[in-house]
């Protein structure tokens, strides 16, 4: 295995974590829509603190899947035509929840903006959970033949480590949405989501006793990389309590840290546990490695051109972003808008 082919595997992965980091509390808001707001104005409230943000953040997605096409067409090909109704419901999810945004404030009845502040809310939810579903559903053994195609059944794409997996990362930014709201809200959305987040972590020790155990009996993780394995469940476990008892005492930045510790430890532990393949079949000489999905070294070497481009160049317009448009929104300022309409 080449160094670029090596530096290309981690690209791909810290490119999964930055989209779940910055878009999970994107997902996490459009949750607590319904947990948190008790009415339109409430719910724009909490809309508001990710309106200037929540496209660009996508483009971490675009990215990932791009990175993955470009640099280990195998790996993109395989795995997006093995689970391309999974993926397919993910594009409708996300459909619908980017266009639930414009419409809802657009709409001219009550009705209309209720129907739309439902799509964002069932739009953010099924997007984590089948992220979740696919993010471990890719890490268990699956039939494929020698071309690398992937003839997975219905208990290949659902069973209890995709499930939990689904239920984990819908929770994770559920708390990353509230953790996010906490900073960006003003009295009592504020107050009631601190409260929300920390009654719900009580929940999250039980799934990820839950999912380890899964994980020990559906992948070779404990097999092949056991340290590791274990490392990054403790970290997740840990980093979970930290939230825990930083959202108890009002430490807000900790507590978000801590959210955007865990997730990024999950995605860590997915692409670990891979290593050095990146799909696993049931029968072994047909396991697809990051050798054999790698592009051509020409190609990885033009791509690290463009990426030590472009990569600054994205974080300072990211960094930029956040910093110039943050401020606290509060429920006044939305209502003294709707009334300016």
Request: aromatic share 16%; hydrophobic share 55%.
């Given at each position: 295995?080449?160094?670029?082919?090596?530096?290309?595997?981690?690209?791909?992965?810290?490119?999964?974590?930055?989209?779940?980091?910055?878009?999970?509390?994107?997902?996490?808001?459009?949750?607590?829509?319904?947990?948190?707001?008790?009415?339109?104005?409430?719910?724009?409230?909490?809309?508001?603190?990710?309106?200037?943000?929540?496209?660009?953040?996508?483009?971490?997605?675009?990215?990932?899947?791009?990175?993955?096409?470009?640099?280990m067409p195998m790996w993109y090909a395989s795995l997006f035509s093995g689970f391309y109704l999974l993926l397919f419901l993910?594009?409708?999810?996300?459909?619908?929840?980017?266009?639930?945004?414009?419409?809802?404030?657009?709409?001219?009845?009550?009705?209309?903006?209720?129907?739309?502040?439902?799509?964002?809310?069932?739009?953010?939810?099924?997007?984590?959970?089948?992220?979740?579903?696919?993010?471990?559903?890719?890490?268990?053994?699956?039939?494929?033949?020698?071309?690398?195609?992937?003839?997975?059944?219905?208990?290949?794409?659902?069973?209890?480590?995709?499930?939990?997996?689904?239920?984990?990362?819908?929770?994770?930014?559920?708390?990353?949405?509230?953790?996010?709201?906490?900073?960006?809200?003003?009295?009592?959305?504020?107050?009631?989501?601190?409260?929300?987040?920390?009654?719900?972590?009580?929940?999250?020790?039980?799934?990820?006793?839950?999912?380890?155990?899964?994980?020990?009996?559906?992948?070779?993780?404990?097999?092949?990389?056991?340290?590791?394995?274990?490392?990054?469940?403790?970290?997740?476990v840990a980093t979970t309590v930290w939230g825990h008892l930083a959202t108890i005492r009002d430490r807000e930045w900790s507590?978000?840290?801590?959210?955007?510790?865990?997730?990024?430890?999950?995605?860590?532990?997915?692409?670990?546990?891979?290593?050095?393949?990146?799909?696993?079949?049931?029968?072994?000489?047909?396991?697809?490695?990051?050798?054999?999905?790698?592009?051509?070294?020409?190609?990885?070497?033009?791509?690290?051109?463009?990426?030590?481009?472009?990569?600054?160049?994205?974080?300072?317009?990211?960094?930029?972003?956040?910093?110039?448009?943050?401020?606290?929104?509060?429920?006044?300022?939305?209502?003294?808008?709707?009334?300016?309409?």
């Amino acid at each position: 295995m080449s160094f670029l082919q090596l530096l290309w595997y981690f690209v791909v992965g810290l490119l999964f974590a930055a989209f779940l980091v910055l878009d999970g509390a994107d997902l996490g808001i459009g949750m607590a829509t319904r947990f948190l707001a008790f009415n339109y104005d409430e719910r724009q409230q909490l809309l508001r603190t990710i309106g200037p943000h929540w496209d660009g953040n996508e483009v971490f997605l675009i990215a990932a899947g791009g990175s993955m096409f470009a640099s280990m067409p195998m790996w993109y090909a395989s795995l997006f035509s093995g689970f391309y109704l999974l993926l397919f419901l993910v594009l409708i999810a996300l459909i619908f929840r980017g266009v639930s945004f414009e419409f809802a404030e657009n709409a001219e009845t009550k009705k209309g903006r209720n129907a739309w502040m439902w799509t964002n809310f069932w739009g953010s939810l099924c997007t984590a959970f089948l992220f979740g579903m696919l993010f471990t559903a890719m890490i268990q053994p699956v039939p494929i033949d020698a071309q690398g195609n992937i003839f997975a059944s219905f208990l290949d794409v659902v069973n209890p480590l995709s499930l939990l997996g689904g239920v984990a990362l819908t929770a994770l930014c559920l708390y990353q949405g509230l953790h996010y709201a906490t900073l960006r809200t003003s009295g009592l959305m504020r107050d009631h989501a601190a409260t929300l987040c920390g009654n719900m972590y009580w929940a999250a020790y039980p799934v990820e006793v839950l999912f380890a155990i899964a994980l020990y009996f559906q992948t070779d993780f404990f097999v092949t990389h056991p340290i590791a394995t274990l490392f990054f469940l403790v970290v997740i476990v840990a980093t979970t309590v930290w939230g825990h008892l930083a959202t108890i005492r009002d430490r807000e930045w900790s507590a978000y840290i801590a959210s955007t510790v865990t997730l990024a430890a999950l995605v860590a532990l997915i692409f670990v546990g891979l290593f050095p393949n990146v799909l696993i079949a049931r029968n072994s000489a047909h396991t697809i490695s990051i050798v054999s999905a790698s592009a051509t070294s020409y190609t990885l070497g033009v791509m690290t051109v463009v990426l030590c481009i472009l990569l600054p160049i994205v974080i300072a317009y990211f960094t930029w972003s956040y910093i110039s448009q943050w401020h606290r929104v509060s429920l006044q300022e939305v209502q003294e808008d709707q009334d300016g309409y």
